[in-house]
């Protein structure tokens, strides 16, 4: 069974709005890149997907933005070729190389962790607390950014019980963010 990691940047008082943090760097782009790479598909809510495929999708001339610096662009190659699933009541149809994920969450879920690969990555915030209360989440991921944001989206705000982990993984980065990686604590009674 492939793992399913939630990956997020979050400021140190859990804001998790992608405005809230460090604008992102090269050393961090780097390190999102290759964890990108890493996945077989990406999970996204419709409010995810909808800002990401503004932000990452390579334009119809080919060409990416001028705004966009050059140590960005292998991160937007990467998310522009991922393999996407959309979960959304909402929309009808989606395109950037996704398909809308339906029927019940966690069986739809379960069904793509029951498929070959690597592993799957979710982001966002809405999808990933349903995730979380499924018991479907087997790493988390945090991005941790010296700011403290002082309002907006709370990580995993509302989830219905608590899940212990326990630290597998650790990055320090130049400018003082801290990339850990969890799991599940196992039950050792």
Known sequence: MRPLRYSINVTLDGCCHHEAGLPPDEESMRYWTAEMQRA???????????MMESAWRKPATGTWPDWMDEWEIPFAESIDQAKKYVVSATL??????????RGELGPAVQRLKQEPGERLSVGGVTLPLALADLGLIDE????????????????????????????V????????????????????S
């Open 140 to 167: 988390y991921e945090f991005l941790v950014q010296p700011v403290l944001a002082g309002h907006g989206p709370t990580l995993l705000a509302g989830l219905r019980e608590r899940i212990p982990l326990e630290l």
């Open 92 to 101: 009808g149809q989606v395109d950037w190389n996704a398909e809308l994920l």
């Open 40 to 50: 077989d598909a990406v999970l996204f809510g419709r409010v995810t997907y909808q």
């Open 169 to 188: 993984d650790r990055h320090e980065f130049r400018s003082g963010a801290v990339a850990m990686r969890y799991r599940p604590a196992r039950d050792t």
